[in-house]
C-alpha cells in the first residue's frame, strides 16, 4: 500500500492505496469523481484524460503512486463555480457531443491543446492533436469546430466559420 496525496480540483486529498492502483481509479473510485471515464483498457480512447501538473494526461496509464504530490484536475474542476469553462460552453454551442462518453477526455485534451498552441490552431493541428481521443458516435467534425471556437474564445479572435 502507498499513501498518496493529491491536491484533485483544489481540494487537499489523501488517500491509502494499492500500488497498482491506476489514478483513474483512484479519481473515480476512491474519489467519486465519474466524471472521468474509461473507455478502453488498451490506452488508446482517451476518455481518462486529466490534467496532471497542466499537462493533459490519460490517467490509465499512470499509478496513482506515480503521481504523488501532484496537482490533479479533472472535468469536475473545470468551471469556474457556476460559470462553464470556455472549452465546455463551445462543446455545448456547437453541438461537439453526441452521447457524451467521449466528452470529458475530449474537452480536457482540448484545453491542453489551445496552450500547447499559442500560435494559434487550424483544423489540420486539432485532429492531428486529437488522434489520442476516440469518438465512438464519430462527431470529430463539430468537435473540432468547438475546440476551435474554445480557442478563439480564449484568445479574443473570431472563430472559423461555421460550416
Ligand atoms: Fe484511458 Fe482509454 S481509458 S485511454
Ligand atoms: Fe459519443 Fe464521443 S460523443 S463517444
Not at 494499492?18 to 482517451?46: A, F, K, N, P
Not at 482540448?110 to 483544423?123: S, T, Y
Request: charged share 25%.
Amino acid at each position: 500500500m502507498s499513501e498518496v496525496k493529491l491536491t484533485v480540483n483544489g481540494r487537499e486529498v489523501t488517500r491509502n492505496v494499492e500500488d497498482r492502483t491506476l489514478l483513474v481509479s483512484l479519481i473515480r473510485e476512491h474519489l467519486g469523481l465519474t466524471g472521468t471515464h474509461v473507455g478502453c483498457d488498451t490506452s488508446q480512447c482517451g476518455a481518462c484524460t486529466v490534467h496532471i501538473d497542466g499537462q493533459a494526461v490519460k490517467s490509465c496509464t499512470v499509478f496513482a503512486a506515480q503521481v504523488d504530490g501532484s496537482e490533479i484536475v479533472t472535468i469536475e474542476g473545470l468551471a469556474n463555480g457556476d460559470e462553464l469553462h470556455p472549452m465546455q460552453s463551445a462543446f455545448r454551442e456547437h453541438h461537439g457531443l453526441q452521447c457524451g462518453f467521449c466528452t470529458p477526455g475530449m474537452i480536457m485534451m482540448a484545453v491542453d491543446i489551445v496552450k500547447r498552441h499559442p500560435e494559434g490552431l487550424d483544423e489540420t493541428v486539432i485532429r492531428k492533436e486529437l488522434e489520442g481521443n476516440i469518438c465512438r458516435c464519430t462527431g470529430y467534425h463539430n468537435i473540432v469546430k468547438a475546440i476551435d471556437a474554445a480557442a478563439k474564445e480564449m484568445r479574443g479572435t473570431p472563430a472559423m466559420a461555421a460550416e
